[in-house]
């Protein structure tokens, strides 16, 4: 059963001309296209590659480079056969062709296909109609399983029982790919084509304020399909966003790139060792995000197993955890009950020709770096904040790549795996000051995919008061009862690590909201309780040695 969520009124003549100047698609040629939005130029190909595409000046923020290259890495295990494959043009990994499993990669209906939000019916909507035939997922307003976006009553607005495109940003893209190319002209030429067709969703939305952690952010969701050619379950899957971040192109300016690994936000970034020649005292920190991970059931853990078969058996057994596929307003959110969504697995960088640390050069590399293992299969983690100068930081500059990986998870025919990549670019008064940045875009982020992609918070930075505190403070949210959003205040006196977290009435902790270092001042945070059941919660602030509890009651 569909969950729709929708709001009346349409988009007027100066919402329209604002719509047109914020965000713009050039097309390159027939499987290229160029995405600008706000503060983002971004160009990408059908075959999976981001950025690198011919006669591109890569991705660019304020219209400075920051990105050379984007893509993914696939691993795992068909029997006791280790396989890996990916996209990752500045590694040479190129293994994805355009189109469905043994399809014509040539076929000119195997393009990108970009979708307009506004207005309801246009010409994308329609060209649409192509990318359904070949596995784009629809909204059937009808119900009668065609997608046939037509205005039934004439009014010149979409509405609920009409159908629509799987539209998630104010922009949408949509292609398919498979691994379909041949051994012998891969890197890893002793894996063969596995018939893996994954269907790729790069959006983004427009908005006026450059504060607005979607100004700096493009999301990017792999549907990945195990098409059964090689064996009907895929075990002990790691997938990875990859990129080849690189933050300036001239006088060499991405030769002092550093990388870094933030467990807290699922995320792995590449950042500047101070001034550089191309951005000068402000160079950005791109983060790749895992923002929703596969599922996975854990006996014991997410369920328990009352008939003892390893298996999560709906009406049988019992669920302690939950999982979700967040699809947007009009699709709505799938709950996958006794699983959860795994976040970042691992993080390794990676140097182009370094003997120790270089790319993936064939397969058992690959699949030890996507479990964040090093050449020698120990594992190993930036797990230092180079903002705090506490922990092992990188601190070698160079030409910096780096992989964010998430699982172990199973591909079985029949059953596609959603994962959801955001992409973030945070700029701010320095090259440190840009990791901090972005990390609270990372939290409102966060918080815009519990909210299914409606609303999204201000990040948590723009919400500081400038006022002098002197005390630690908890405040009571607001409201209480609250269903399902509700704010919550609290104030720091000097430099703090500070961690929110919310219980529920046995002690369980169910969320945390933030964990993270805060400079002194007020904040304000939103919480939203829409995956939770109603009942009395607690939160809880730990900032220093100041520890203090608050009630507060979810109503639905």
Same mark, same amino acid.
């Given at each position: ?8 009124? /349409? ?29 983002? =130029?971004?160009?990408? !190909? ?22 050379? =290259? ?16 990916? &996209?990752?043009?500045?590694? +040479? ?12 990669? $040539?076929?000119?209906? *195997? ?17 649409? +109609? ?42 949408? @893209? ?14 890893? =030429? ?10 790729? $969703?790069?959006?983004? *939305? ?10 700096? @952010?493009?999301?990017?969701?792999? !549907? %990945? ?40 936000? #699922? ?22 995000? &895992? ?57 390794? #960088? ?36 180079? &903002? ?44 440190? #000051?840009?990791? @901090?940045?972005?990390?609270? *875009? ?32 908890? *405040? ?12 919550? !205040?609290?104030?720091?006196?000097? /430099? =703090? ?5 919310? /219980? ?9 909201? %933030?964990?993270?270092?805060? @400079? ?15 009942? &009395?919660? /607690? ?18």
């Amino acid at each position: 059963m569909k969950k729709i969520i929708f709001n009346s009124g /349409f988009i007027n003549n100066y919402l329209l001309m604002l719509l047109i100047i914020l965000c713009s698609v050039t097309t390159y040629s027939q499987t290229e296209y160029l995405l600008n939005i706000n503060r983002l =130029s971004l160009p990408f !190909k059908n075959d999976g590659v981001i950025a690198d595409v011919t006669n591109s000046t890569g991705g660019r923020l304020d219209d400075k480079h920051f990105l050379f =290259s984007a893509g993914f890495l696939l691993a795992g295990k068909f029997g006791n056969e280790i396989f890996a494959n990916g &996209v990752a043009s500045a590694s +040479r990994i190129a293994d994805y062709l355009p189109g469905n499993v043994d399809s014509n990669s $040539t076929n000119p209906n *195997y393009k990108i296909y970009v979708i307009l939000k506004d207005p309801a019916f246009n010409s994308s909507w329609m060209d649409y +109609r192509n990318a359904v035939v070949r596995g784009a997922d629809f909204y059937d307003g009808n119900g009668d399983g065609i997608y046939n976006p037509i205005d039934l009553n004439g009014n010149g607005q979409w509405d609920i029982n009409e159908d629509r495109p799987d539209i998630l940003g104010d922009i949408t @893209t949509w292609c398919v790919l498979n691994d379909g190319k041949p051994a012998n002209q891969r890197r890893f =030429s002793d894996v063969n084509p596995l018939g893996i067709e994954i269907h790729q $969703t790069l959006w983004a *939305y427009t908005t006026n304020n450059p504060n607005d952690a979607r100004s700096v @952010t493009f999301f990017v969701r792999y !549907k %990945l399909i195990n098409k059964g050619k090689v064996a009907q379950t895929l075990d002990s899957v790691y997938f990875a966003g990859w990129s080849d971040t690189d933050l300036g192109a001239v006088s060499d300016a991405y030769l002092d790139d550093l990388a870094g690994c933030d467990t807290i936000h #699922n995320s792995g970034y590449i950042y500047n060792d101070g001034d550089d020649p191309d951005w000068g005292v402000n160079p950005p920190a791109h983060f790749i995000k &895992v923002l929703q991970g596969p599922y996975a059931y854990i006996p014991g853990i997410t369920f328990i197993d009352n008939n003892f078969n390893g298996e999560y058996d709906d009406g049988i057994d019992t669920p302690l955890d939950t999982a979700y596929n967040h699809r947007g307003n009009v699709l709505g959110k799938t709950v996958i009950p006794g699983a959860r969504n795994i976040g970042m697995y691992a993080y390794v #960088n990676t140097l182009s020709s370094n003997p120790v640390q270089g790319d993936p050069g064939d397969k058992i590399r690959a699949w030890n770096y996507l479990q964040g293992k090093n050449l020698t299969g120990q594992r190993y983690m930036y797990s230092g904040d180079p &903002v705090t100068g506490i922990g092992w930081i990188n601190n070698f500059p160079s030409d910096q790549r780096q992989i964010v990986s998430t699982g172990p998870f199973k591909l079985r025919v029949g059953k596609p795996v959603n994962i959801i990549l955001a992409h973030i670019v945070g700029r701010g008064n320095s090259a440190l #000051n840009s990791i @901090t940045v972005s990390r609270a *875009y990372s939290s409102a982020i966060e918080q815009f995919l519990r909210n299914n992609f409606t609303n999204i918070p201000l990040s948590v930075e723009n919400n500081q008061s400038t006022q002098i505190v002197n005390d630690y403070e908890l *405040y009571q949210n607001y409201p209480n009862p609250f269903n399902p959003q509700t704010k919550i !205040k609290f104030s720091v006196p000097e /430099f =703090s690590f500070v961690k929110l977290s919310v /219980f529920d009435i046995i002690g369980k902790e169910v969320r945390t909201i %933030l964990n993270d270092w805060k @400079t002194a001042g007020e904040y304000v945070v939103e919480f939203d309780g829409s995956e939770l059941p109603s009942g &009395v919660y /607690f939160y809880q602030i730990k900032a220093g040695n100041y520890v203090e509890t608050k009630k507060m009651i979810l109503i639905k």
